[in-house]
């Protein structure tokens, strides 16, 4: 994702997680280790998530890192 791009993605949950990191995988197969405010997400919860890529050195684990701008549902 080139820098100050924006995308949204819909992914489900792989593991229990109340933040900041979370890891989702979309249904394509590809995993996301997203950093950000989203609350308790719970593995198994389908999710709709505005991303931007993350400029911080912050490992949230496996996955493409990125930024979540807004938790849509």
């Keep these: 994702m080139p820098t100050g791009q924006r995308d949204v993605i819909v992914a489900t949950v792989t ?3 109340a933040g900041p990191c979370y890891l989702v995988e979309t249904e394509e197969g ?6 950000g ?3 308790r997400l719970a593995r ?3 999710v709709q998530v505005q ?4 400029t911080a050195s912050v490992e949230c684990g496996p996955g493409e890192r990125a930024l979540i701008v807004k938790l849509i549902s």
């Design 44 to 46: 198994g919860q389908r």
């Design 51 to 54: 991303i931007a890529p993350l």
């Design 30 to 35: 590809h995993p996301y280790a997203l950093y």
């Design 15 to 17: 593991a229990d997680g």
């Design 37 to 39: 405010s989203g609350g």
